[in-house]
């Protein structure tokens, strides 16, 4: 059964450095998404993408972050200047059509030291 | 504004018993899906049962059934015949214009032999 993969699976970074975690979505899959999970907490929106663009944002997303799908395969979240409170687990979501379920990724747990 | 509301904190069930998870939600989008995942200690996210907005009748998947009371805005989800493996923290999610997911912040559960 196709399923959403992630690498890495664990990263660890020093404040200020730039990080890219990478995805790979479902291969039929349109839209795209990416969440936070900080340690013990609920699972956070964070960017939406559809159509190569941005569809929807949250206020997490700010400057510091952007996305991209660089060719057919993958889609990858950066973070500019991690800061500490970046430290947390980070889902890609991908789903085939408007209506239907988000399949996630198994995470890639970040640690900015 | 978009909530999901999952008031229990942690529950306990004895294997072979059923179970039922408390999630209630508040959306002003006509049209929506409601979604339950399981995250395992391993931490990957896990889909279980989706029901939409206009779904006459209560999802079910194999142990999994979802409780879909519209009027009073609760989509609880009922796991029968408890395995020691269903220990793990529940998440109910809300897709309202079926876009991005607002989750709770979960239910442990914890299946004891």
């Known amino acids: 059964e196709p399923e959403v993969t992630q690498t890495p699976s664990h990263q660890v970074t020093q404040m200020g450095q730039e990080v890219i975690l990478r995805c790979v979505p479902i291969?039929?899959?349109?839209?795209f998404y990416w969440y936070r999970q900080i340690l013990g907490q609920k699972v956070e929106f964070l960017v939406s993408?559809?159509?190569?663009?941005?569809?929807?944002k949250s206020e997490i997303f700010d400057d510091q972050f952007s996305v991209e799908r660089p060719d057919g395969s993958n889609f990858t979240l950066k973070i500019r200047s991690t800061k500490l409170e970046d430290s947390a687990m980070y889902f890609c979501?991908?789903?085939?059509?408007?209506?239907?379920?988000?399949?996630f990724g198994p995470g890639t747990r970040l640690t900015v030291l | 504004a978009q909530k999901i509301t999952q008031t229990q904190p942690g529950m306990f069930v004895q294997e072979k018993e059923a179970v039922t998870l408390d999630c209630t939600y508040d959306?002003?989008?006509?049209?929506?899906?409601l979604f339950w995942y399981k995250q395992p200690s391993s931490g990957e996210m896990i889909f279980l049962i989706y029901q939409g907005s206009y779904d006459q009748q209560n999802a079910t998947e194999g142990r999994y059934s979802l409780n879909f009371q519209k009027a009073r805005k609760s989509a609880n989800l009922v796991i029968s015949a408890s395995q020691l493996g269903d220990s793990a923290m529940y998440f109910c999610a809300m897709s309202p214009g079926y876009s991005t997911l607002t989750f709770g912040k979960g239910t442990m559960l914890l299946v004891s032999p």
């Open positions: 291969s039929n899959h349109l839209y």
């Open positions: 979501a991908s789903k085939k059509g408007p209506t239907d379920t988000q399949y």
């Open positions: 959306t002003s989008d006509p049209s929506y899906g």
């Open positions: 993408f559809y159509n190569n663009e941005i569809s929807e």
